[in-house]
């Protein structure tokens, strides 16, 4: 892929890169995306429809048992290229802020130190009733039951993700609200940008005169708002880019 010599220029010169990625970030790393979730053993549930509290409360043992299978996917996943090259850019560029909407933590694996996880992570666990954190290895090696319970007052555990109708954690929030003040280039990458209001972030981003930077094998409503956008696969395209 050829690469516009001004946005080269903007990259070598940047002082803070901010990379916004979503579901497409982790689609190389063999974790289904959003879009694709409900495929297989998942295909007669919308993800929206597992990802909510009113769901865990209708059905804990199903949601419970969708998190476990998404967990043990990510667990044996393995960082990308794409999430490696993310990772190099740090010794490229004095700043950058990874803002995630993904659960998985391949970004922290592939050695990215700034990950902000808007929509928190599959890899915690804690109280749906006391919020009290659980070792889901230590509980899982005793309580066999679906879900499993807290240890401190018997409510149900639930993955440590933001879920459809819950707010963001506010200091996850706050501090990509402080990124954007600061990023001269904000990448978009991976995300159908569906999901508010981290969706937003690269709206605002372009309104406050960063330079936006759209990667993404398919058109989005970001497309309208990146002054450049990069028609590619992530573990395919952060990598030439850098090379
Ligand atoms: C909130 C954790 C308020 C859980 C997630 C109506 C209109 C607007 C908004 C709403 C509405 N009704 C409700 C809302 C709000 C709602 C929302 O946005 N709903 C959507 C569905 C319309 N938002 C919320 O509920 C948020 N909270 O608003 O709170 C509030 C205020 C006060 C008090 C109480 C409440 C919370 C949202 C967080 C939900 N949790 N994740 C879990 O993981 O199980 S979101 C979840 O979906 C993911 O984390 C991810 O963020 C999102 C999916 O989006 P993407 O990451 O973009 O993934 P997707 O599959 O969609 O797209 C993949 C892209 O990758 C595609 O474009 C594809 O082309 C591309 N791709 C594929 N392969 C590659 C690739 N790109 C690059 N390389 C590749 N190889
Ligand atoms: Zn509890």
Redesign the pocket.
């Known amino acids: 892929m050829l690469f516009d010599f001004v946005l080269l220029d903007k990259l070598r010169d940047a002082r803070h890169i901010a990379i916004f990625s ?4 982790s ?2 790393s063999g974790i289904p ?3 694709e979730a409900h495929t297989g053993l998942w295909a007669k549930y919308r ?2 429809d597992l ?1 909510t509290p009113d769901a865990f409360l209708r059905d804990p043992v199903t949601v419970w048992n969708w998190y476990a299978w998404r967990r043990e996917l990510v667990q044996q996943a393995q960082p990308n290229p ?1 999430h490696l090259a993310v990772a190099r850019l740090e010794a490229l560029v004095p700043k950058v802020t990874v803002i995630t ?3 998985d933590g391949l970004h922290q694996r592939a050695g990215s130190s700034d990950v902000i996880e808007l ?2 992570s ?1 890899l915690e666990t804690r109280c749906f009733d006391c919020g009290q954190p659980a070792d889901i290895a230590a509980v899982a090696a005793t309580d066999r039951e679906v879900p499993p319970r807290c240890r401190h007052c018997g409510g149900m555990l639930r993955p440590g ?8 954690p506010s200091d996850a929030w706050s501090r990509a609200a402080e990124v954007l003040d600061d990023a001269d280039v904000f990448f978009c ?10 969706a937003s972030l690269p709206r605002h981003a372009r309104s406050c005169g960063r330079t936006v930077i759209q ?4 058109a ?1 409503s970001h497309d309208e708002i990146a002054q450049y956008i990069l028609r590619g ?3 395919e395209v952060m990598p030439e880019l850098l090379s």
């Not at 979503?22 to 970030?25: E, Q, R, V």
């Not at 993700?161 to 963001?168: A, C, N, P």
């Not at 995300?191 to 508010?196: A, D, P, R, W, Y």
């Open positions: 979503g579901a497409g970030m689609a190389e995306t959003f879009r993800p929206e990802a794409g909407q993904n659960v929509h928190g599959i993700v933001v879920w459809f109708g819950e707010s963001l990458i991976g995300t159908s940008s569906l999901v508010e209001p981290a990667i993404n094998p398919e989005t696969k992530a573990g």
